[in-house]
């Protein structure tokens, strides 16, 4: 899929909005997959997966950042989020 710069200035902009809400929109969003994808939950073995956790509104706020951070950077996601990536392949 190839993006237009308007489509890219429009993305830009909505990931921008996500601001101070990061961490309610992650926690929420990832809410929302366990709720939907139960098996997800045996990927955070460690974790308290309660609603209102500590460590779910901590990793979403983490996964909500770099969904902006890929966002910034459409040009070369790849290239933004590649520490991300080899966090994950450890």
């Known amino acids: 899929m190839v993006l237009s710069p308007q489509d890219k200035t429009n993305v830009k ?3 921008g909005k996500i601001g101070g ?3 309610d929109y992650g926690a929420e969003t990832l809410e929302r997959m ?19 956790s500590a460590q779910v509104k901590g990793h979403g706020k983490k996964v909500a950042a ?16 590649s520490k991300l990536s080899d966090l994950h392949a450890q």
């Open 13 to 15: 902009s909505v990931f």
């Open 34 to 52: 366990f709720a939907a994808y139960p098996q997800t939950k045996t990927y955070f073995p460690h974790f308290d997966l309660a609603k209102g």
């Open 66 to 81: 770099a969904l902006v951070e890929a966002a910034n950077h459409i040009d070369d996601i790849a290239g933004a989020l």
């Open 21 to 23: 809400q990061a961490e």
